[in-house]
């Protein structure tokens, strides 16, 4: 069988390791060929595309990035642009096509899939927070990434006697900063899913140094919200970045904003540090190449047993099938059991989790 893969979105440490299992699994067992699509959904809107093979994926299992390039492409915000993407695997005698990519790629997926086009899902974000899948692989990478930097910035604040909040990813879900911040032992985790009230984060860096404590450490999510909705640095990015086609603004600067706050009500000398797309670049950790692995030879798989408008999915520790429609309904937040593991770290009683589902 003749099939496309396409990657989109933001890219994320693993998605060269799937591609490689997709091709390798569908050489040696079913004696497909392929066609990658460049540049996520761009490639197929406007028939980008380059020769995938066994010689072609050769190497690529830890690199980072994506050898098929990757693009916030939305085909349904042009005209034809469904239709476009359809004519073009018929072009290429694609008889189904696999889109590796978040919620953004995976909702096209979905649409080209009510469209008649027999597409396969697999689940990628270092967020974390796809629906319909426990995680996603490049989450564990992120993850390691951020603590790794969480503990260095413990040294030079202690050393200060600082305040230092460090901001993450994470635009709808506090996943890297849940994690990375019990990992770290963070003093404050901040996330989406909990709007926070800024005096009461002032009053709890205020206690522990009046324990005797002389530095803190607070991990913030870009998309973490004041809980009296003034999101005043996320209002000047969309004004200055604008959306991406998906309607996205791009985030970032909640950290500054934080921390400059947090130095006003304490008296405590305070510093942030943004991570950005230091999280999402470089090698994937071995869990996410294993779990890319997975992936991909779920997928494959799937094409031949014919479960098409699927999403490869994690399910405890198997790989198994759920409909796209599903895992793009909705973006999955923190557990409320993950939520309380981290305030349960933290060495007060006043701060309480509060507005979690
Ligand atoms: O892929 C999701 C994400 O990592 C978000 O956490 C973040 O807001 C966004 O990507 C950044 O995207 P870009 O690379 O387009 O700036």
């Keep these: 069988m003749r099939i496309g893969v396409l990657t989109g979105g933001g890219d994320c440490p693993g998605l060269n390791a799937v591609i490689r299992a997709v091709v390798r699994k569908g050489t040696f067992h079913y004696e497909d060929g392929f066609v990658g699509f460049m540049e996520g959904w761009r490639g197929l809107l406007e028939d980008k595309t380059m020769e ?35 004519g073009n695997l018929r072009k290429h005698g694609c008889e189904a096509l696999i889109a590796i990519g978040g919620d953004d ?5 979905e649409k080209l899939f009510a469209n008649g086009v027999k597409v396969i899902g697999v689940p990628k974000t270092i967020d974390n ?35 230092i909040v460090v901001e993450v990813m994470g635009r709808a879900a506090g996943w890297i900063a849940t994690y990375s911040g019990i990992a770290g032992g963070a003093d404050v985790i901040l996330v989406p899913e909990v709007p926070f009230d800024i005096e009461q984060v002032a009053e709890l860096i205020r206690q522990r140094h009046a324990r005797g404590r002389y530095f803190s450490i607070v991990v913030a999510a870009e998309g973490a919200k004041f809980a009296d909705g003034n999101e005043k640095h996320a209002e000047a990015s969309a004004l200055q970045a604008g959306r991406d086609e998906f309607g996205h603004i791009r985030l970032g600067g909640i950290g500054s904003v934080l921390a400059s706050e947090i130095e006003k009500r304490t008296g405590f ?6 991570l ?78 509060t507005g979690a589902s």
């Design 52 to 86: 995938l093979d066994l010689s072609s994926v050769g190497g690529i299992l830890p690199r980072g990035g994506t050898i098929l390039r990757t693009s916030r492409t939305n085909p349904a915000k042009y005209p034809d642009g469904l239709q476009r993407c359809a």
């Design 105 to 109: 790629t995976l909702s096209v997926a």
């Design 276 to 353: 950005g797309h230091i999280q999402r670049g470089g090698s994937p950790t071995a869990y996410d190449r294993v779990l890319a692995t997975r992936y991909g030879l779920g997928a494959i798989d799937m094409v031949h047993r014919g479960e098409f408008g699927q999403m490869a999915a994690l399910h405890g520790n198997r790989i198994i099938s759920v409909p796209l429609a599903e895992a793009v309904a909705t973006n999955r937040t923190v557990d409320r059991e993950i939520l309380d593991a981290a305030v349960g770290i933290l060495d007060t009683l006043d701060y309480k989790v």
């Design 129 to 163: 927070d796809l629906a319909g899948t426990d995680f996603t692989f490049g989450f564990d990478t992120a993850v390691n990434i951020a603590t790794e930097a969480i503990d260095r910035v413990h040294t030079t604040a202690e050393a200060h006697n600082r305040v």
């Design 269 to 274: 000398e305070t510093r942030s540090v943004v």
